[in-house]
């Protein structure tokens, strides 16, 4: 006694006997197109592929008087939402038969928490705490400091990474080609022309054992640093180009007051325009979503971005640190104490977070140097804004 198939045979054993691609939609198959052809709509496991969408055709009756659905007719499920797999991409969705998303208008600050570009030196100072990866076109880090992400520096000759004494990586150390100088040694690995810097709490150690010293100037991670120097440039134009918001001209936070700016448009992309941006001691600057955790805040500074000592930027109405972007056209400088957090991105001068600062977010910069300072704590938080 055989259980009818769905293409004329039969097999031994009951609810075993659905076979994927031959056009009928039997136990255990979403669809089944009648073939088992990847990128068509229906794959072989005749499960449906994302960004299809499928349906049956007319239902044929069996020899045994059964009611089969099948072929399957797959279309190509264009407008909806999907998830293309990379977290720096946004706005996501389907278009012929596949998932693409837009990228974040600074690719650098998603998967960098400090990247600066060829020119510029990436550094941290004694005693610092760095969550996430570290770029630049050289790399220096400070007396007791430590990152659990990779140092890259793209430099391809001279020295491109300097790692102090009682400095801890737990990630990869690669660099374009330029050495690694590591106090009290360097030891070269035998066979291989690569270094290392060893030598436990009295140079760079690290905690993963599969982690990299590579100066050969071919590892992958250098050219993941060389596309986010790549990428300030665009993205300056970009926020350049962005229409205007709201001009406050030349605003200055009085110490110990406060500044609220409320999103005009929730959900979407707010751009205040200052000519600059200052503060004095203990001042506030609170950044309202108006109840909509999807509120962009794009905070333009032509001439000059200062907060001073122990000023705070915080948020409320839902507002997120990945939908903020401080953007100064000119230098950027964050005071002793200073809170905040959001992308910070300074394409034309210098970077610089003062001692003890604690920030959230991504620092980017496009001059000179980026710089975490003294006992300041930087957390990773990728920017999550679309064009």
Request: with cysteine; aromatic share 4%.
């Given at each position: 006694m055989g259980t009818y198939q769905g293409d004329g045979?039969?097999?031994?054993?009951?609810?075993?006997?659905?076979?994927c691609g031959n056009g009928l939609i039997e136990s255990g198959e979403v669809c089944d197109d009648g073939n088992t052809a990847a990128g068509d709509g229906c794959d072989d496991s005749c499960e449906v592929e994302p960004c299809w969408a499928c349906s049956a055709d007319a239902s044929p009756t069996t020899t045994l008087g059964n009611?089969?659905?099948?072929?399957?007719?797959?279309?190509?499920?264009?407008?909806s939402s999907c998830d293309d797999g990379d977290s720096c991409t946004v706005g996501d969705s389907c278009s012929n038969g596949s998932c693409n998303g837009n990228a974040v208008m600074i690719l650098a600050a998603c998967k960098w928490v400090i990247a600066g570009n060829i020119?510029?030196?990436?550094?941290?100072?004694?005693?610092?705490?760095?969550?996430?990866?570290?770029?630049?076109?050289?790399?220096?880090l400070g007396e007791f400091s430590s990152t659990n992400g990779d140092a890259v520096a793209t430099l391809a000759t001279g020295t491109g990474i300097q790692i102090s004494?009682?400095?801890?990586?737990?990630?990869?150390?690669?660099?374009?080609?330029?050495?690694?100088?590591?106090?009290?040694?360097?030891?070269?690995?035998?066979?291989?022309?690569?270094?290392?810097?060893?030598?436990?709490?009295?140079?760079?150690?690290?905690?993963?054992?599969?982690?990299?010293?590579d100066t050969l100037g071919t590892n992958v991670r250098v050219a993941d640093c060389a596309?986010?120097?790549?990428?300030?440039?665009?993205?300056d134009l970009l926020l350049t180009s962005l229409p205007p918001g709201p001009s406050l001209g030349d605003t200055?936070?009085?110490?110990?007051?406060?500044?609220?700016?409320?999103?005009?448009?929730?959900?979407?992309?707010?751009?205040?325009?200052f000519h600059k941006l200052l503060s004095g001691a203990d001042a506030t600057l609170t950044l309202d979503g108006a109840g909509d955790a999807g509120s962009v805040f794009v905070l333009r500074v032509q001439r000059k971005l200062d907060l001073r000592l122990r000023s705070k930027?915080?948020?409320?109405g839902g507002a997120v640190a990945g939908?903020?972007?401080?953007?100064?056209?000119?230098?950027?400088?964050?005071?002793?104490?200073?809170?905040?957090?959001?992308?910070?991105?300074?394409?034309?001068?210098?970077?610089v977070l003062h001692p003890r600062t604690q920030w959230q977010g991504a620092l980017v910069g496009g001059r000179r140097r980026v710089e975490l300072r003294d006992s300041g704590i930087l957390t990773h938080v990728p920017l999550q804004v679309g064009p």
């Open positions: 045979t039969t097999c031994d054993a009951p609810g075993i006997c659905s076979v009611n089969l659905p099948g072929p399957s007719i797959c279309t190509h499920d264009d407008g020119n510029v030196q990436s550094r941290t100072r004694g005693e610092t705490q760095v969550t996430g990866h570290i770029c630049g076109g050289r790399v220096r004494p009682h400095a801890a990586v737990s990630g990869d150390i690669v660099s374009g080609g330029s050495a690694v100088y590591g106090k009290p040694r360097l030891t070269r690995l035998p066979g291989l022309d690569v270094d290392v810097v060893e030598g436990g709490d009295t140079a760079a150690q690290s905690g993963d054992p599969s982690a990299i010293y596309d986010a120097q790549d990428d300030i440039a665009p993205a200055f936070i009085a110490a110990g007051g406060g500044l609220t700016l409320t999103a005009p448009n929730p959900g979407g992309v707010n751009v205040f325009d930027i915080v948020l409320s939908n903020v972007i401080l953007y100064s056209q000119a230098k950027c400088r964050f005071g002793l104490e200073v809170t905040g957090l959001g992308t910070v991105f300074c394409p034309n001068g210098k970077l």
